[in-house]
């Protein structure tokens, strides 16, 4: 029988990855002496694989599929087929920055200020390219880890990806400038693409997680109306589509179902109550597939 490989970023991504996953309706299960965790699909095998190394063994293939950012498939200049891209982190659903940082009290301001110093990184390759695009020459060292620590006794810069910038401005440093902005992705081998088995699994892995991330940001509503007040409050909803109206045991009355943001909720309910809409009902989705 044919089997996907399948690679989950181990790490900061793995717990979301995991979570991700099971809405998807994967059910990924992680023993913590082991570096391969089961999956209730018997035609995928997966493996935990760093991210900084998932898009050369995807590459090598090694692994059919896998996801990581797309930050390490340019460090690593690995040729892989990127299928999806998905906006998601170890905890937020932005995507992530990789950035210059000196210290609070460092006289460098621009790129220009780091002719000559010492940069540490995980990222080698690309802020040397970062550097070359604007004619720097600097020591750039790889950093094992820790990299915000090492400014200024072990290094006058780093370069580091950063979500929200706290844990920077926690070790006292300022960011200068934006090396690249970066999100997950989901990246497959050529040979496996071209696999009709691998290729549909991985379409199909796609699509779910896709839906995961778009319902994240939708809820559902339920309310009962009138009929005689359909028409106001459906031209309050800003629908995914046309609202699904069901018929109540009273003929007067009627059900409507839609989809809508979590956003702009707080701001329609008032307005649908005093539409004429009541007994408003919200829940959460699992997976919204347009």
């Given amino acids: 029988m044919p089997v996907l490989q399948l690679g989950i970023p181990k790490g900061s991504l793995q717990h979301s990855t995991i979570e991700m996953f099971q809405k998807a309706g994967y059910k990924i299960t992680v023993d913590s002496r082991s570096y391969y965790p089961s999956i209730d699909d018997e035609e995928i095998e997966c493996l935990l ?3 900084q190394e998932m898009a050369r063994y995807v590459e090598e293939g090694i692994l059919d599929v896998g996801l990581t950012g797309h930050d390490w498939v340019e460090e690593n200049g690995s040729d892989v087929m990127e299928v999806a891209e998905l906006v998601y982190g170890k905890s937020g659903r932005k995507p992530l920055r990789w950035v210059v940082a000196v210290p609070e009290d460092s006289p460098i301001t621009d ?9 540490a990184t995980e990222a080698v390759h690309m802020t040397k390219r970062y550097l070359e695009k604007h004619g720097v020459t600097a020591n750039v060292e790889f950093s094992w880890g820790a990299t915000e620590v090492k400014p200024p006794r072990l290094a006058d810069a780093i370069v580091e990806i950063t979500e929200t910038g706290s844990s920077l401005r926690a070790n006292h440093l300022k960011i200068i400038d934006t090396v690249c902005t970066t999100t997950t992705r989901l990246i497959a081998n050529h040979d496996a693409w071209q696999d009709e088995f691998k290729r549909q699994k991985i379409e199909r892995i796609a699509l779910l997680l ?3 991330l778009a319902a994240e940001k939708m809820v559902g509503l339920i309310m009962n109306v009138r009929r005689d007040d359909m028409e106001q409050v459906v031209s309050i909803l800003p629908a995914l589509q046309n609202p699904t109206v069901s018929q109540l045991l009273d003929p007067d009355w009627i059900a409507l179902h839609t989809v809508v943001e979590e956003t702009v909720v707080r701001e329609i309910i008032p307005e649908l109550m005093q539409a004429g809409a009541h007994g408003i ?3 959460s989705l699992n997976k919204v597939v347009q």
């Fill in 49 to 51: 694989i760093r991210a």
């Fill in 111 to 119: 790129v220009k200020g780091l002719e000559g110093t010492r940069i």
């Fill in 210 to 212: 896709q839906s995961v």
């Fill in 281 to 283: 009902i919200e829940y």
